[in-house]
């Protein structure tokens, strides 16, 4: 797998995400840069673009850390892989009304706050994705996301006293009703 120029990713969602796949190809082939895109279930195959349906975890984050610019709908998931690997984030959230064949209505919010605290381009409509794109690509190549979380290092320590064979940090449970 070499380097590309965009990672362009959809996330599980059995139905895709058509709009981001096309105008991700379209702006792909318009700027002349390379790239794969995971499409999931959308029916738009890229003309451009590489690409794949669906790809295993570990060759995802692997696609991730090489390419130059993420493109991705609004998933947690693949946002935090993208910000984990300090790559330049353009992400379109899914619109639409929920239902029992389309997920929730709630990425726009969730990309409205991480790009308040964050360097992430949200592009809201296909029309203007070319154009985030663009000024990602003018941006510096990777990004420090200051993701501010102690979590990785209590399991480093808990880990590291593990192995010596030290007394394991004990986890307090708040008392619950229900118990």
Known sequence: MS???LLVAVGTFLGGFDAL???ADAAAETLGIDGFAQIGGSRVRPRHLA???FVPPLEMRARIAAARVVVCHGGIGLLGEAMRA???IVAM???GSPSA???????LPL???LAERHPIRVCETPASLREAIEAALRGPESVAYALGSDVPDLLARYLAASERGAATPSVRRPASRYT
């Open 51 to 53: 690409w794949a349906r």
């Open 86 to 88: 300090g790559r330049p």
């Open 3 to 5: 380097a590309a120029g």
């Open 111 to 113: 990309l409205r706050r």
């Open 101 to 107: 064949h389309h997920p929730g209505d709630d990425q």
């Open 93 to 95: 959230p899914r619109r």
């Open 21 to 23: 796949v096309e105008a």
